[in-house]
């Protein structure tokens, strides 16, 4: 099997990639390194591994490449709410436009895995969990543009959307700005975590796991085309407060205060229900804790922060 994923040395990528490989596929990751990353320096001596360095935004390059594939990553993106804001034209260009263009170009016979967000879920409804039928409210720029595409993809009738829960964990491309690895590192760095709006509430989902929903969306591929599948931790729907705590547990020394003046400019506040993915015999592999143990590890090694996208 013939892949082509895009961003292939992101965060998600970096992890993915090697995956794929070791199930026999011939992947080929497309990247403008725009970070200055190397993750994928070990795949290099895999024959079934091709890199190439360009951009999504560079249409004439992707529309050469795509008949070549029989699934499509699209994992290229600006992400998150502030990067996107910083620069709201370029954000246009390659989280829309860009997945745009691949939609057009791509064959009724090609395969598609979308990485999507639950935070299109925006505010939920107080006391319900939110499934793949809940209206979808994002309210980031972001969080629209996901939405959008998303269901691009599903009308076109040859994709599996995944809603991904925020992803913590380590990676070769790291990103310390995801809020699990953010508040891990400003544990044992800082040794105080500052909460504004502790109850919000989110849904969790290590790297390696999302890897493995990937994967289980290609094998599973007939039986999940057309449809959403929300992607996290069903042990962790948990308020700011609640994930503080539970790293407090692994660091003893971390003191939680709590804001009562001041507000979160990310309003996301949701629970959201993983069934429809569990109930196909898609089960996670790491815990939160799991997660927090292996951050603290790697934060010996990633000192100071250089690996934020703005």
């Not at 709201?88 to 170009?105: P, Q, S």
């Not at 800082?190 to 493995?212: G, M, Q, S, T």
């Not at 001041?262 to 799991?290: C, F, H, M, T």
């Amino acid at each position: 099997m013939n892949v082509l994923v895009s961003g292939g040395a992101g965060y998600i990528g970096s992890i993915l990639i090697p995956v794929f490989l070791r199930k026999g596929f011939r992947v080929t990751a497309l990247d403008n390194l725009v970070y200055g990353q190397t993750p994928l320096l070990d795949c290099c001596s895999d024959p079934n591994f091709q890199f190439i360095r360009g951009d999504i935004c560079d249409f004439s390059l992707v529309n050469s490449l795509l008949p070549n594939f029989d699934v499509v990553i699209p994992l290229a993106a600006i992400v998150g709410a502030p990067a996107c804001d910083r620069n709201r034209m370029l954000a246009r260009l390659v989280n829309y436009d860009a997945h745009m263009n691949i939609i057009d170009k791509l064959s009724n016979d090609q395969r598609v895995v979308f990485p999507t967000t639950n935070s299109g879920y925006g505010v939920g409804q107080i006391n319900a969990e939110c499934t793949e039928e809940s209206p979808l409210r994002p309210i980031s720029e972001y969080g629209r543009t996901k939405v959008d595409i998303e269901k691009a993809f599903l009308d076109k009738r040859n994709a599996v959307t995944l809603r991904l829960a925020t992803v913590f964990g380590m990676s070769p491309r790291m990103r310390m700005d995801l809020l699990v690895n953010d508040f891990v590192y400003r544990a044992i760095t800082d040794k105080v975590l500052v909460l504004f709006e502790e109850h919000f509430r989110r849904n969790y989902i290590h790297v390696r796991d999302v890897a493995k929903a990937f994967l289980f969306a290609i094998d599973y591929y007939d039986k999940m085309n057309g449809e959403p599948y929300n992607v996290g931790l069903s042990t962790a729907n948990l308020s700011k407060k609640e994930l503080a705590t539970n790293i407090k547990k692994h660091v003893p020394e971390l003191n939680i205060q709590t804001a009562e003046i001041g507000e979160d400019p990310d309003k996301r506040n949701y629970v959201v229900s993983n069934r429809k993915i569990e109930q196909l015999g898609w089960q996670p592999d790491y815990s939160l804790d799991d997660g927090i143990k292996e951050l603290i590890k790697g934060y010996r090694i990633l000192r100071p922060n250089i690996f934020v996208n703005i």
